[in-house]
């Protein structure tokens, strides 16, 4: 059974950092890339950042880059979000996701992220 569980989330103030993990099993986790994605209240989910299997090669959305860092430690199954310099707009709930195939795709229950003074 597929099981992924973040957490690390919270209340920060703008410019501060926060570092959110989540912990996966029930499946070969360095055998697949895979993401963390956000959805704020109002708005559609947005994919945030992907890494490969090996942590090789990650991608960004622009309005984080220079910002956060993803990461991984296959040997914890365990994937990671550093997030630094947040800003009020990052505010929303963070997923990780996990997708085996294209029918599988498996979803944490989301870590809530609220920045503000």
């Known amino acids: 059974q597929v099981q992924l569980v973040e957490s690390g989330g919270g209340l920060v103030q703008p410019g501060g950092s926060l570092r959110l993990s989540c912990a996966a099993s029930?499946?070969?986790?360095?055998?697949?890339?895979m993401r963390w994605y956000r959805q704020a209240p109002g708005k559609e989910r947005e994919l945030v950042a992907g890494?490969?299997?090996?942590?090789?090669?990650?991608n960004y959305v622009d309005s984080v880059k220079g910002r956060f860092t993803i990461s991984r430690d296959n040997a914890k199954n365990t994937l990671y979000l550093q997030m630094n310099n947040l800003k009020p707009a990052d505010t929303a709930v963070y997923y990780c996701n996990a997708q085996l195939s294209t029918r599988d795709d498996y979803w944490g229950q989301g870590t809530q992220v609220t920045v503000s003074s």
């Open positions: 029930g499946f070969t986790f360095s055998s697949f890339g």
């Open positions: 890494i490969s299997r090996f942590g090789s090669f990650t």
